[in-house]
């Protein structure tokens, strides 16, 4: 794909819409998994032992950097931030903040942009150098689930192991909060608010049933 073809995949992209039923959101589960494996499989290829895999991802944007900067490309990523992070911050205001029925705090919007610009500056400085780096860029899949509509968030401890976790936008009760769905999952169990992250999770069909992770 050339740098041209990445930039229009990433300009394409309408941050956390549609805010789907959860029936909607569960059958894109399928999907949703398939692309965690794929990108949980690359980054795997880059983990040091006894590292994180969200390590791995770190390490790639270092490694994917300072191949862009040897190659005088150094400004790749520069253009893909700040259109992120302007696409992202106005999506989550409007459509979440007060016209959402509830109002989302400005750390909560700064957050979630931040997420979007960070994913974007990585997929376009990967994509600009990727055939130094093995030739599968492993952001291409995070930047999927963005198309889709979703918030990829990132690894999670889970008891002895890494989980990636998803947000999804929902419209539950006619009210939009965020589905949480975790690799494995079958269906989305647990919500929460926005401005909660994944905190004080809510399972939708058993109160008592409860989740954490770190």
């Known amino acids: 794909m050339s740098q041209t073809q990445a930039d229009s995949k990433l300009q394409s992209i309408k941050y956390f819409n549609p805010s789907r039923s959860v029936q909607e959101a569960n059958s894109l589960i399928p999907k ?25 991802s770190d390490l ?7 191949a862009a900067i040897k190659s005088g ?12 992070w302007k696409e992202a911050s106005y999506a989550a205001r409007t459509n979440f903040g007060w016209y959402g029925n509830e109002f989302v705090s400005g750390e909560t919007v700064k957050d979630a942009a931040h997420d979007a610009a960070k994913y974007a500056a990585r997929y376009a400085v990967f994509e600009s150098v990727k055939e130094k780096l093995g030739g599968v ?22 008891g002895d192991t890494e989980q990636f976790v998803i ?27 926005w401005i909660e992250y994944c905190t004080n999770l809510k399972h939708l069909n058993n109160p008592d049933t409860k989740r954490s992770f770190v």
């Open 32 to 56: 949703v998994a398939d692309l965690v494996e794929k990108y949980q499989k690359t980054l795997l290829t880059w983990k040091k032992e006894n590292d994180t895999i969200q390590h791995a």
């Open 60 to 66: 790639l944007w270092d490694l994917a950097r300072i």
């Open 73 to 84: 490309k150094q400004n790749t990523w520069d253009a893909a931030w700040n259109f992120a």
């Open 137 to 158: 860029n492993p952001f291409e899949y995070i930047i999927e689930l963005y198309l889709m509509g979703l918030r990829p968030t990132y690894f999670r401890k889970i």
């Open 167 to 193: 947000d999804f936008p929902l419209k539950l009760d006619g009210k939009n909060v965020l589905g949480c769905y975790l690799y494995g999952d079958k269906e989305i169990s647990f919500t929460h608010n």
